[in-house]
Structure formats: C-alpha cells, structure tokens
C-alpha cells in the first residue's frame, strides 16, 4: 500500500512540475527565436501590447499574454526575460517599481527598490579625511545594495494568472541555448568587458579574449542555473540556499558587506501611487523612495496653467517655461525626499497647488533663472535603468522601471551564479551636505542607513482619461527620467502627438545644479539661439532617456512605441 502511495506520489509530482514547466516558446520555429529576431518600433494591436528595451522581451511578454496571461504575467515573465538579454539594466541582481491599475480601477504600487545592507552606514564611502571615495560607491561589491528584484516578481505574482514556474521558462530556455547580440550589445559588452573583469573575481560568459561582434551567440549556463533554482524553490531559490550562499560567496571575496541575513530579510513593500489631475487627465506615478512621481506632479502643475500649445511645440516661450519648472523642482528633490520609511517626505505639500504656485511666482518669461537663487539639493545618479510598458486585453495596465543602476551595475558578476549585481548604494548621497565630484549635492533625507532605501528617480506613469486607461509610459535615464516622462505627457496632452512621436521628439533636461539645459542633437537650432540669447547655458549630449509607451486609442486599439533611441521593441497581438 505504501509502495502504491509512493509510486501515486511520484506521478503526480512529475505532472505537476512537468505541466507548470511546460511552456516551451522559445527556439527555431517557436513563437519566440532567440536567434532570429527583429526589432520594431511601432505597433497598433487589438488586444495587447508590451513595448520594452529588447525585441524577446517585448515578444514573450506579448505570447504570454496570447497564452492566457494578464499584464501582470507579462511584466513577470518580460522582467525575467530582460535579465537574461540586457544585461545593462535588465537583472535579478537590481530592483525596481512597478505601477499597475486593474481592469477594475485597483492601483498597485510594488517597490521592490534595494536597500542598504545591515553593516553598511552613513561615512561607509568616507575616507580618513572625511573624502568621499566615489570609487566604492560605483564599483566592485561594496557598491551593492541588497537585490529587490525577485521579491517583487513574487509580490507581482499575486495579481497573475498563469504559475511562476511557467513565466520564468522563456528566461531560462534563453539563458541556456543563447540569443544573438546585436551591434549595439555586441558594442556595449565590448565596451565593458575591461570593467567587468576587473570588478569580478572569478571567470563569467561577459569576458573573453576576443571582441563581441553582432551575431555572436551569447549562452548563460550559470544564469540557468539561478533561474531554475528561482522556478523550483520560489523567492528562496534566490535569497536563501545555494543562490545567496553564492551572492555571500563573493561579496567575502570582495570585500562587499550583503549577508545571508539582508537576504533573507528583504521583502518588496507596497506603495499607495500618487494620483494628481493634469488639463482633464488623472495622472498616477510611483511614491517615494522614487522621486519621480513627486517631480512629475511638480513640474505638470506648475506649467499646467500656461496655454503651452499655443506657444507652440518647442518654442523659446514653450521650454523655457518648461526649464523654470524643471529647475524648481528639482531643487526640491535633495532636501524633501528620501525612504519614507526613514524620513518624513512633505508629499502633499509639493504636490500641493498652493506650495506649486508659490514656487513660480518668480518666473519671469523674458528672463533666464539662476539656480543659485534656489534653495534645495540634487545627487547625480546613472543613466542605465530600463522600462517596459503593457497593456492587455481586458485593459489592465503595468509599467515598470528596473534598474542597476549603471550600465551592468557595480560589474561583478557573482561567481557561480551567473548575474550582475547592482551599485545602487551610489544612489544615497555619499556624503550628506556636501557637493561630491560630480558638484551634485545629497541631502540628511537621503543618507545612508541600513535597511534604508536609496531615493529613486524611476517614473512608470499611467493615465486614465474620463476615468479609462489611456497612457502607459517610463523611462530609463537616472535624473533625466522624469524631465523626459513629463515631456512625453507634455507631448501628448499639449501638443496633440501619437505616443511614437511624442516619445522620438528631441529632449531638453534642466536639473537645478548644474545650471545648465541639457539638449539632445536634433534640438531645434533656432529655440537653442534664442535661449541663449538669454542668458541659458545650453550644452548638447548624447540621448536623453529610452522611453517606451502604449496608448489606448478611442477605438480601444492600443498603440504602442518604442524609443528610436535604442534596441527598444514593441510586440502584440
Ligand atoms: N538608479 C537610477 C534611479 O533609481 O533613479
């Protein structure tokens, strides 16, 4: 009878692990081919659609859905798909946010943002003399918060359909027979490999001898391994047993400070998003410790009763309102916000009219600001983070940011597992008060403390019109995040544009300090004349931001964009 039982027992484990695994998308002749694939950068779908920084990504989020999963799937399993394809930014090694609104108008905040390790503290990256050692807040373990990641996939699970096991397949079956590199990976892998191999400290699949070329097959065993280890034993795959003993592994090889403890004890929080009125749209953005929705809020409702239509699209009279808005609050963002969990953010107040009019009641159309008339802060943070919107078919709505911070993070890869870890920890201010050598300033909000979460400028946005879903969008871009959001729904709102265009038009950044506008290339010459004309100091940089979007059209096809400005894919169905 207990042979019986046994053999009973047996089965059914086999056809319960075999049926939650059987999900095989990926490969030759499968809905998804690693290693023939294009990207596209526009879409108009029917049903449902991913728009994210990689074509897999984009595609399996997409065959999910057509499979029987909801946005919430598809973030899961795109999420998942992104740390094995983009290694710059997607992870299991970083953290990040995710919005979502329900069919049935429920909001959802996941923060699954990093956070200091229990040894870590306030002078960790102070030398002797009191200097800050820049060096081991962007590089090498010491770097490294504690990874959020997988804790909020999980936290994400609960408003899913299909099993875990299923979403992370695509992942793992990529990891483990490759995807083809495109020109820009293959450049952006050669460009970092010097790093990697110096911040690691044993060999991975990022570093070899000879150089990455497009069309080179990029394999990750040791990533399957993680993946599958995440599939078979849930949230403690990753922050318990042979996965953390790996992370505690290296970081004692490197001298960096997460413990199996820190681990064990992280957990995704849940954030009520903020919610705010712009010209008849509710716009809905993350809550601190992200600072974007506070920014967002900010800069929307300070510009929202000037006609900026008929200014005109990009006008002298159009951005510079728009810089004076952006210098403002940015001004704010050191001072006021932090983990609200640590320090009291003043939320209502900046995003109240009363405290926003106020603000700008020393703009002056015919003159250029100074920023040192303005009080506050700002902390430099790095450029490598990634977003993905969806949309599915009964109108549920997910954006999320991820991020670890730099392009591939702190660049160790922790030996044995396969993945980067991230050097958020650079995202607190290093040395509260103080300008570091970036000249940016970190304020007593934002110190380093543990179990803190470092401020965030990360900015999934949605918007509802009468009351319906209408806008999906994020950005990766550090500080540039939410200039570059508020400018699409600038784009959008103001000045009539599809959610392509929108995205593709040229971006202007201002931040406070340093006083000066950022502009991308194509901005228009003869705005950039005029402002300096009087008084702005304009200074041209590469891309600002990789911004992908969904709108739902009046016909309730949804409209999805990719960013020109990378590999970035839209699919759907
Ligand atoms: N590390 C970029 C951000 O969180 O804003």
Redesign the pocket.
Same mark, same amino acid.
């Given at each position: 009878m207990r042979k019986i039982l046994l053999i009973v027992g047996l089965f059914s484990l086999i056809a319960h692990v075999h049926g939650q695994t059987n999900f095989s998308i990926i490969g030759p002749g499968k809905e998804v081919n690693p290693f023939l694939y294009a990207v596209q950068k526009r879409g108009e779908f029917k049903q449902a659609a991913v728009s994210s920084a990689h074509p897999l990504a984009s595609m399996v989020g997409a065959v999910v859905m057509k499979k029987g999963g909801n946005a919430f799937d598809a973030a899961i399993a795109a999420q998942l798909v992104l740390a094995v394809v983009y290694p710059n930014a997607g992870n299991i090694g970083g953290g990040g946010f995710l919005l979502g609104r329900k069919a049935n108008g429920e909001l959802i905040g996941i923060d699954y943002r990093e956070a200091a390790p229990e040894k870590a503290n306030r002078d960790m990256y102070l030398d002797n003399n009191g200097n800050a050692q820049l060096n081991l807040s962007q590089n090498g373990h010491l770097a490294s918060g504690i990874p959020g990641t997988v804790a909020g996939l999980f936290a994400t699970l609960v408003h899913a359909k299909l099993p875990f096991a299923q979403l992370i397949q695509p992942a793992i079956d990529i990891a483990e027979m490759g995807y083809v590199l495109t020109e820009k990976e293959a450049a952006s892998l050669n460009g970092v490999k010097e790093a990697i191999a110096k911040s690691s400290t044993q060999s991975n699949v990022f570093v070899k001898s000879t150089k990455w070329k497009v069309g080179d097959t990029l394999v990750q065993k040791e990533l399957a391994s993680t993946l599958k280890r995440i599939q078979q034993e849930g949230q403690k795959g990753f922050y318990e047993g042979r996965t953390a003993e790996l992370i505690v592994a290296e970081m004692q090889r490197g001298n960096g400070i997460v413990s199996l403890n820190d681990l064990k004890n992280y957990q995704a929080k849940m954030r009520t998003p903020l919610s705010f009125n712009y010209k008849g749209h509710q716009v809905i953005s993350f809550a601190p410790p #992200?600072s974007g929705g506070i920014l967002l809020a900010q800069m929307l409702k300070m510009t929202e009763r000037y006609p900026l239509n008929k200014y005109g699209f990009q006008t002298k009279k159009s951005v510079q309102l728009m810089i004076e808005a952006e210098r403002r609050a940015y001004a704010d963002r050191a001072a006021f916000m932090g983990d609200p969990d640590f320090f009291k953010v003043p939320v209502k107040t900046l995003m109240s009219d009363a405290y926003l009019t106020k603000r700008m009641s020393d703009y002056d159309s015919e003159k250029a600001g100074v920023s040192a008339d303005i009080k506050a802060g700002v902390i430099k !943070?790095?450029e490598e $983070?990634t977003h993905l919107s969806i949309v599915d078919a009964q109108g549920n709505m997910v954006a999320v940011t991820t $991020?670890l911070?730099n392009s591939y993070g702190c660049r160790t890869v922790v030996g044995g597992a396969g993945f980067l870890l991230n050097n !958020?920890m650079d995202?607190f201010s290093v040395k509260p008060g103080v300008p570091n050598m970036y000249g940016a300033i970190g304020g007593e909000a934002n110190a380093i403390q543990p179990g803190k979460r470092m401020l #965030? #400028?990360?900015t999934p946005t949605l918007v509802l019109k009468e009351n319906k879903p209408f806008l999906v969008i994020g950005t990766p871009g550090? $500080?540039t995040?939410p200039t570059s959001v508020y400018q699409a729904i600038v784009n959008i709102i103001d000045f009539n544009m599809s959610v392509g265009d929108a995205i593709d038009k040229p971006k202007f950044h201002h931040q406070w300090l340093p006083d000066e506008v950022m502009i991308e290339n194509d901005f228009d010459a003869d705005t950039k004349e005029q402002l300096q004309k009087m008084g702005y100091k304009l200074t041209a940089r590469g891309s600002i931001g990789r911004t992908d979007g969904i709108i739902l059209l009046p016909n309730k096809r949804r409209d999805a964009a990719a960013d020109k400005r990378g590999d970035d894919s839209v699919a759907g169905f």
């Open positions: #992200s !943070e790095s $983070t $991020t911070n !958020e995202d #965030s #400028s990360m550090g $500080t995040i």
